[in-house]
T-cell receptor, first 109, second 115 residues
Framework: GQNIDQPTEMTATEGAIVQINCTYQ??????LFWYQQHAGEAPTFLSY??LDGLEEKGRFSSFLSRSKGYSYLLLKELQMKDSASYLCAVLDSNYQLIWGAGTKLIIKP | GAVVSQHPSWVICKSGTSVKIECRSL??????MFWYRQFPKQSLMLMAT?????????EQGVEKDKFLINHASLTLSTLTVTSAHPEDSSFYICSAPYRENTEAFFGQGTRLTVV
């Protein structure tokens, strides 16, 4: 079966750095997405990785290792508004998005 | 950037009635749109794939006669929840990929409450 694992909840301090991991086992791979979702709102796109390596975009970076079935989202200089759920999703061989359950990130002052 | 508009944002309806949710791609054509349901503190669950000009593809366990999907044009897909029951109360979200292999753009979501 297809499976995506990410931690249920993480806590970090304002101004710090946090890394959210995601491991996946899917039938085929056509890219991995990270989305941010605030409570009661639709997800918003953060990043897309299809090749191994690190993609940096401002305070957010995303890393992918296809051989390990592993990705992480790195958030720097955390702000209170970063408190949200972070969803990892993999595009499988049928171009269907397989979703992780999301990681709830709590930012403390 | 590409925008997907979903309407309404929230709706309250009585048990047994039907509710229609619209999903529009505003500045691009979407031959495919996806409909998701999300219960509190759970992941997005794909309900069906809406294909322009043809029948939708439903995921296992999703009743096609209850969740009617129509994708009549390249910019509009609708989801109708028929004979709604309280257990249908959920957050429904549509999305459309701008192109194959690119990010999916999401509508704002519809909070459905059936009383």
């Amino acid at each position: 079966g297809q499976n995506i694992d990410q931690p249920t909840e993480m806590t970090a301090t304002e101004g710090a750095i946090v890394q959210i991991n995601c491991t996946y086992q899917t039938s085929g791979f056509n890219g991995l997405f990270w989305y941010q979702q605030h409570a009661g709102e639709a997800p918003t796109f953060l990043s897309y990785n299809v090749l191994d390596g690190l993609e940096e975009k401002g305070r957010f970076s995303s890393f992918l290792s296809r051989s390990k079935g592993y990705s992480y989202l790195l958030l720097k200089e955390l702000q209170m508004k970063d408190s949200a759920s972070y969803l990892c999703a993999v595009l499988d061989s049928n171009y269907q998005l397989i979703w992780g359950a999301g990681t709830k990130l709590i930012i403390k002052p | 950037g590409a925008v997907v508009s979903q309407h309404p944002s929230w709706v309250i309806c009585k048990s047994g009635t039907s509710v229609k949710i619209e999903c529009r791609s505003l500045d691009f054509q979407a031959t495919t749109m996806f409909w998701y349901r999300q219960f509190p503190k759970q992941s997005l669950m794909l309900m069906a794939t809406s294909n322009e000009g043809s029948k939708a593809t439903y995921e296992q366990g999703v009743e096609k006669d209850k969740f009617l999907i129509n994708h009549a044009s390249l910019t509009l897909s609708t989801l109708t929840v028929t004979s709604a029951h309280p257990e249908d109360s959920s957050f429904y979200i549509c999305s459309a990929p701008y192109r194959e292999n690119t990010e999916a753009f999401f509508g704002q979501g519809t909070r459905l409450t059936v009383v």
